[in-house]
């Protein structure tokens, strides 16, 4: 089993958390009006944007134009009403997070998977997946913000640029978000 007592996990960690990333809630707004960067969906499958509704379930159709790209007033409303978003694929978005790929690039041997979890913070929608498990390690890296995790059944709390090791296999969520909060979730995995 992978853990932070392993040079390369340890190593990568390290570099999180004096590595800073400097977003705020109207760079990723700035981010998100260049709509040709997110398309219903990217070339390899995955989703370029999602909102994670009040079932516990990703919804993306809702997000979008008739030309299949994020149409950012109907994200924008949502947004306000307080739903949680994830972005995907978002490591070239500026110097610090290419910055992140290429350091995880040469720690890991292999790319890694960075989303962001975008929220207002009103608590008044769902904050996250329900409790769940990835066959993967993560590292998490709060960019601004707070929020309350249950991290094998232990209360959490993640705030600004924060870096949170989740071991492969460890249940976790998030349970609370009281205020604007941008988090990177870094996936550590061998992609086919």
């Known amino acids: 089993m992978r853990n932070l007592h392993q040079p390369s996990f340890q190593k990568f960690h390290e570099f999180l958390v004096t590595h800073q990333v400097n977003l705020k809630e109207w760079d990723i707004f700035d981010i998100l009006k260049i709509s040709k960067r997110f398309p219903y969906q990217f070339h390899h499958g995955h989703e370029s944007i999602?909102?994670?509704?009040?079932?516990?379930?990703?919804?993306?159709?809702?997000?979008?134009?008739?030309?299949?790209?994020?149409d950012f007033d109907k994200f924008k409303n949502f947004y306000d009403k307080g739903f949680s978003f994830i972005i995907s694929d978002v490591l070239d978005i500026n110097d610090e997070l290419k910055k992140i790929e290429q350091v995880a690039l040469e720690t890991f041997g292999v790319r890694i998977c960075g989303n962001f979890y975008f929220s207002k913070g009103l608590n008044n929608?769902?904050?996250?997946?329900?409790?769940?498990t990835d066959d993967y390690c993560l590292?998490?890296?709060n960019i601004y913000g707070e929020s309350v995790w249950n991290i094998d059944k232990k209360e959490t709390i993640i705030k600004d640029q924060n870096v949170q090791f989740i071991n492969r296999m460890t249940p976790h969520c998030v349970t609370s978000i009281k205020e604007p909060r941008l988090s990177l979730s870094l996936a550590i995995y061998k992609q086919d």
């Open 125 to 132: 929608q769902n904050v996250s997946f329900p409790e769940h």
């Open 50 to 70: 999602c909102l994670l509704d009040n079932l516990g379930t990703k919804l993306r159709k809702e997000l979008f134009d008739i030309y299949g790209f994020l």
């Open 139 to 141: 590292f998490i890296k």
